[in-house]
């Protein structure tokens, strides 16, 4: 006997759905509560599983439909009915991973003869990587603390990630015993990968989200295990990002994002998309946008947040010149790369260059040294340098801004967070010093120390390196005098400050003191004139600390 499989009921108001994949084929024999079929819809992403059990005859489906509840997905030969389930609703894509862009979706809604959470019978699951911050794609493991056979309370530090702002412990948001383990270190990860699966006591359906230290940016969520009914909808994490659907054919989107595009007047169909199978989200539209206005081609989101290049010539075959070693790059070295790029290719650099004559202001250094100890920093020259530059900030505010180029609109900031490039064993990083500003020297001499002590032992966190409206990076004492520093995108300037020597007042024929300073900004917003008025006011408040008092 033929039976067909239908589209259930899938919640509330959800009327079309899209197909993203089908998990059998022609000639496959299915049991009841098998994944048959991969949707999306506005609200969620969901595995439905078949409610009959027998062998695939015909498929009526395929990777892109729009569909509704009812339509035929499958008719099965030998078909036996499954006893009634009660509909299922979507797990909430907050839950999954995945873009929330309408408004919140139920829990899954356990069957009357499904396992009470409290019943102590064992339940197995999942924990994934949570999210860990804004724009954070891509995790690289440091380290394991568990292995199979475990036992894991929860918020127990389960392993260390490296991402491209911070290295971070990673407490479990579940516990049970760890039967699997499929992290290790080396594995480039993404938020939704499992780390492992476990085995604990009355899971919860509904999933919580992982509590982290206080030091370490507040995630988004994480599914902490299926739902224990065998005919509940199953979240769906984060799957490998696959290439772009083929030019010509209708891509698969969720009706919202059909929608978004739109209203926008953009072409859903040109966009390529960052998801499974090339699914386009709404944030790929915006970017597509975006580089429509900015009257270049849009980058393809599927390429993980990195930065599009133009194709380059292939290497040429070194090992037959004689020996060679390949080493991958750090997360921190790729996104240092990456954001170089970035920001050479998209901002208009324009470099000044000049001296500060600090002879006055390295006396009152060398005088308050000791106060600065005593409140825990270092009272260095950089210091001197970022309050100097915190108060010229407030009098150009056109340095403290940003440039948004689809909006055709200057950013301005009313804070003040001064990033400092910090010279690490993995890599160049730029902690931020949040409300620089307010602070007065001591505070910042404190503020420095601590934050790059952090940077230095790799325990900086995701909120250290964000937030930043203008860098500071210092070549050191060693060498080096002018150089052209790269602005730190989506900043607009940057001042590199150069080894200080001594040189010999020609009028007077006293030894002074000076500093090379060199001022990059982005030449879109700011005309050199500014420039040369911005770095003219750094330069006397540092020759004439009194202007701090007076104009500051």
Not at 130 to 141: F, S, Y
Request: glycine share 8%.
């Amino acid at each position: 006997m033929a039976t067909d499989f239908k589209i259930p009921e899938l919640g509330e108001n959800i009327k079309t759905i899209q197909v993203v994949k089908v998990l059998v084929a022609v000639g496959d024999a299915i049991a009841v509560d098998q994944p048959v079929v991969e949707l999306e819809t506005d609200k969620a992403t969901m595995e439905v599983p078949s409610s009959v059990a027998g062998k695939v005859s015909a498929i009526h489906v395929k990777p892109g439909d729009e569909i509704g509840v009812g339509h035929v997905v499958l008719t099965v030969e030998g078909a036996v009915q499954a006893p009634a389930a009660p509909t299922p609703v979507p797990v909430p894509a907050a839950a999954q991973g995945v873009e929330a862009d309408a408004p919140p979706v139920p829990t899954v809604q356990a069957a009357p003869a499904a396992v009470p959470a409290a019943s102590g019978v064992p339940t197995r699951g999942e924990f994934v990587i949570p999210e860990l911050g804004e724009n954070i794609k891509t995790i690289q493991v440091v380290k394991v603390f568990v292995k199979a056979g475990d036992t894991v309370a929860k918020d127990q530090a389960v392993l260390e990630l490296e991402t491209d702002k911070a290295t971070v412990e990673v407490p479990s948001s579940v516990s049970g015993v760890v039967k699997e383990v499929r992290a290790k270190v080396g594995d480039e990860l993404t938020v939704g990968s499992v780390v492992f699966v476990y085995e604990g006591q009355g899971i919860a359906p509904a999933a919580a989200k992982p509590a982290m230290p206080a030091h370490v940016a507040m995630p988004q969520g994480a599914v902490a295990g299926a739902p224990p009914a065998a005919s509940a909808l199953k979240a769906v994490s984060a799957p490998m990002a696959l290439p772009p659907p083929s030019t010509g054919k209708r891509v698969p989107a969720a009706p919202s994002v059909r929608r978004f595009a739109r209203e926008i007047g953009v072409d859903v169909n040109q966009v390529s998309g960052s998801g499974p199978y090339g699914r386009v989200s709404v944030e790929d539209v915006k970017q597509f946008a975006k580089a429509l206005i900015q009257g270049r081609a849009a980058a393809p989101a599927a390429a993980g947040g990195m930065v599009s290049v133009a194709a380059l010539p292939p290497l040429p075959d070194f090992g037959k010149f004689g020996d060679i070693k390949r080493e991958k790059m750090s997360v921190i070295r790729r996104k240092t790369a990456e954001q170089m790029a970035l920001s050479w290719s998209q901002i208009p650099h324009v470099t000044i260059f000049d001296t500060a004559d600090i002879t006055e202001l390295d006396e009152l250094r060398k005088r308050y040294a000791e106060r600065a100890e005593a409140a825990g920093g270092k009272l260095t020259m950089a210091v001197m340098v970022i309050k100097v530059v915190a108060q010229a900030l407030k009098v150009f505010p056109k340095f403290n801004a940003s440039i948004d180029m689809a909006t055709r609109e200057i950013v301005f900031k009313s804070y003040c967070n001064v990033g400092v490039a910090v010279d690490t064993e993995r890599g160049l990083m730029v902690p931020v010093i949040k409300d620089t500003e307010r602070m007065n020297m001591l505070q910042i001499a404190a503020a420095l120390a601590q934050i790059a002590e952090k940077a230095r032992t790799g325990k900086v966190t995701v909120a250290d390196m964000e937030g930043g409206t203008f860098t500071i990076t210092n070549l050191g004492r060693t060498c080096g005098v002018y150089f052209t520093p790269i602005i730190n995108y989506p900043e607009v300037a940057i001042l590199g400050i150069g080894r200080a020597f001594d040189e010999t007042d020609p009028r007077t024929g006293k030894l002074r003191k000076k500093m090379p300073l060199s001022l990059s900004f982005d030449h879109r917003i700011i005309d050199g004139a500014d420039g040369v008025k911005f770095l003219g006011w750094i330069i006397e408040a540092l020759a004439e600390p009194l202007v701090l008092s007076l104009e500051g």
